[in-house]
């Protein structure tokens, strides 16, 4: 609890209004001709993204462009917010795929569990966060969707290399 | 050459009209852009830079988008006082320019064309007059509204442009005993020097009144409720005083109105204090048409486009100024603004009205010509009282400690 608290000296009675309005235009007039802003013009600049950034969701596939999820449902069991929804199938050489697989992005919360827990990595989340919509059902975004996504997958946190260096 | 009569003298005061009206728009809105930016650059931001280059059709972006908003009014407003309420604002503002000169007489083929709307005989009145009716778009937006917030920035919108009245007009009145005269053109020539003529001071008033025009200038921030004197539209306590019910275009209008007010201030402090149109350390634009018509000095077109330059740049200057002042100062609080007003500015300009008023008798009884020397021993005298208001005067009258707050309070009692 110990801390040192900072006690400003109030002016007293004796402080002049116009002398501090003077300083009080140096500063501005300081910062007015100082050429650094910090305004980022956003979609012109872009932030630099950490490699662990966890946004948008990408499935990903094998080279003749199946899914590769095999449809265990770890994912939806491990997801904190409910927000995958899966219903397995079985194909004629006894594989099992994702028949059905959405995930509602509005709804999750980017915790990274699914990538973590699925065993035959095939869920990422991606270092992308461009994701608006004018509907609230593109917000879910079916398996095709998640397939056809191209931005770079979401590095997981390596425990030998906790700092990520 | 002579002064312009009948016919063209209607087709020359329509094309001045016209031109000055569409100046001043294109102004007004370039000023709600220019504010954005220097507030933005003051707080270390960019402003917007993204309409046209470097930002500079934002106001049109808005304009647009203030055009196709949806316009409320509320149920229980009165509604022509409503509707009323955003021209009055912006109408005292913009007339107020009919009686600025804005450059040194243009030749024509025609004859002589002086660079003022209208020069009227009183043009110093008009402009007291004006600058009051202001207050009117204030008054009547909160009142018309029936709202309890925007009736309250109505009244504080009053009771601060009247006490602030004062001050401006008192102000004005050592730069009466100076001139000698209530004409605006010759205001701006009594700040010049000429070669005959009546005698003219051949210095800005800013120095000889430098306490007036810090009043002026203080009292013209007031008038036009920019910071720190925005009470009317207090945002922390009143949601946004006068024009919290408008919406829409009508919104729009109390914003350029207000860029109006600011424009049509600077160039006030411009013709009073800086000289108006009057190009420094250059006696070539110093032309002067007297009260008869007789003209001194040689009236050239190109001088007519560097004076209304001089002019423009100068105005430019003091709006930049306000602006500056705007987003350093925080908002005063009303027993603040109202002590300031009575207390101070009232009484401190009698008594200075009085000091000028004897300093000129002195000196003129000494048999001083009107000239630099007469304005140089002006601006001693106001130097010397800057000097005491600054160092002695302006000692906890208007800032306390916080300590002091309810000793302030109980003094209200």
Redesign the interface.
């Known amino acids: 609890m110990a801390g040192h608290v900072k006690v400003m000296e109030?002016?007293?009675?004796?402080?002049?209004?116009?002398?501090?309005?003077a300083g009080?235009?140096g500063?501005?007039?300081k910062?007015?001709?100082?050429p650094?802003?910090?305004?980022q013009?956003y979609p012109d600049e872009k932030w630099e993204l950490s490699p662990r950034f966890r946004g948008t969701h990408r499935m990903a596939t094998h080279e003749d462009g199946r899914a590769k999820c095999v449809g265990c449902g770890l994912c939806p069991a491990v997801c904190p917010v409910n927000c995958i929804k899966l219903i397995p199938a079985e194909d004629e050489n006894g594989e099992r795929y994702a028949a059905v697989y959405e995930i509602d992005e509005f709804r999750c919360i980017f915790c990274g569990f699914c990538q973590e827990v699925c065993p035959v990595e095939a869920i990422h989340l991606g270092v992308h966060y461009e994701n608006a919509e004018y509907s609230r059902e593109r917000w879910v975004y079916d398996l095709e969707r998640l397939c056809s996504q191209e931005h770079p997958v979401t590095a997981l946190w390596d425990p030998s290399d906790a700092a990520s260096e | 050459m002579t002064d312009l009569t009948g016919t063209g003298l209607l087709v020359a005061a329509v094309i001045k009209v016209l031109t000055l009206f569409t100046l001043l728009l294109v102004l007004v809105a370039l000023a709600t852009y220019v504010e954005r930016r220097v507030a933005g650059f003051i707080q270390d931001r960019s402003g917007p830079n993204r309409v046209g280059p470097i930002g500079l059709l934002q106001a049109v972006a808005d304009g647009l988008k203030s055009l196709l908003k949806e316009e409320t009014s509320p149920d229980e407003a009165s509604k022509s006082l409503f509707f009323l309420a955003p021209a009055l604002t912006i109408v005292p503002a913009t007339v107020l320019f009919a009686v600025i000169p804005f450059g040194s007489p243009l030749p024509t083929r025609w004859g002589l064309v002086e660079l003022i709307v209208a020069d009227v005989p009183i043009g110093f009145l008009y402009i007291l007059a004006l600058s009051s009716l202001g207050v009117y778009g204030l008054v009547l937006a909160g009142w018309a509204s029936n709202s309890k917030y925007a009736f309250l920035g109505g009244l504080r919108g009053s009771a601060q442009m009247i006490s602030y009245e004062i001050g401006l007009a008192m102000s004005l009145i050592p730069v009466l005993l100076l001139a000698g005269n209530v004409r605006m053109p010759e205001l701006v020539s009594m700040q010049q020097s000429f070669e005959g003529g009546p005698g003219t001071f051949g210095l800005w008033f800013v120095l000889p009144l430098l306490v007036a025009a810090f009043v002026f200038f203080v009292s013209s921030l007031a008038e036009t409720n920019r910071l720190p004197f925005d009470l009317p539209e207090a945002e922390a306590e009143l949601v946004a005083g006068y024009h919290t019910e408008y919406s829409s275009m009508k919104f729009s209008m109390f914003i350029l109105g207000e860029y109006a007010h600011l424009i049509t201030a600077g160039a006030l402090v411009t013709v009073f204090f800086l000289g108006g149109w009057d190009i420094p350390g250059w006696t070539g634009d110093n032309i002067r048409v007297l009260a008869d018509g007789s003209v001194i000095g040689e009236p050239t077109w190109w001088k007519t486009v560097l004076t209304f330059t001089s002019f423009s740049l100068k105005t430019t200057l003091v709006v930049l100024v306000f602006m500056w002042i705007r987003w350093t100062l925080p908002r005063f609080r009303y027993d603040q603004l109202m002590d300031f007003g009575w207390k101070v500015f009232i009484p401190g300009l009698m008594a200075y009205i009085s000091i000028i008023a004897i300093a000129i008798y002195v000196l003129e009884s000494r048999g001083f010509e009107p000239g630099p020397a007469y304005a140089g021993i002006l601006f001693a005298v106001n130097a010397a009282l800057a000097g005491l208001v600054w160092f002695v005067l302006d000692r906890g009258v208007l800032v306390r400690g916080a300590a002091s707050v309810p000793q302030a309070a109980k003094e209200m009692e």
Do not use: D, E, F
Request: hydrophobic share 35%; aromatic share 4%.
């Open positions: 109030r002016p007293g009675k004796q402080g002049s209004y116009l002398s501090a309005v009080g235009l500063v501005t007039l910062h007015l001709i100082n650094h802003k910090v305004s013009q």
